[in-house]
Nanobody
Framework: VQLEESGGGLVQAGGSLRLSCAAS????????MGWFRQAPEKEREFVAA????????YYAASVKARFTISRDNAKNTVYLQMNDLKPEDTAVYYC?????????????????WGQGTQVTVSS
């Protein structure tokens, strides 16, 4: 299984970016997909997760109402729409593939990880 993120970049505060994560090597329509991020000198933290059907989502409090996770199972792709970006959103963003919804907020709930994409928000 391979996960490849794209869509990162440099944006001014208040701007928007959409991250994509393409999965290959298996059909992921029954898998939980999550986004995590790691800022410099900080631990990796949970951002958002989406169930296999896309019918259930969950967000970290810090991004709720600004970020939206979605998926297109026909394209084996998960997205993270990020609006009203803040300098504190600056981090490397990782997508991950897992199988247990109850563990979707924890890194241990995921079996596969992408390499990450850098998001930098300037003030």
């Amino acid at each position: 299984v391979q996960l490849e993120e794209s869509g990162g970049g440099l944006v001014q505060a208040g701007g928007s970016l959409r991250l994509s994560c393409a999965a290959s090597g298996r059909t992921f329509s029954s898998d939980v997909m999550g986004w995590f991020r790691q800022a410099p000198e900080k631990e990796r933290e949970f951002v958002a997760a989406i169930s296999g059907t896309g019918g259930t989502t969950y967000y970290a409090a810090s991004v709720k109402a600004r970020f939206t996770i979605s998926r297109d199972n026909a394209k084996n792709t998960v997205y993270l729409q990020m609006n009203d970006l803040k300098p504190e959103d600056t981090a490397v963003y990782y997508c991950a593939l897992g199988s247990i919804w109850s563990a979707s907020e924890s890194e241990s709930g995921y079996n596969y990880w992408g390499q990450g994409t850098q998001v930098t928000v300037s003030s």
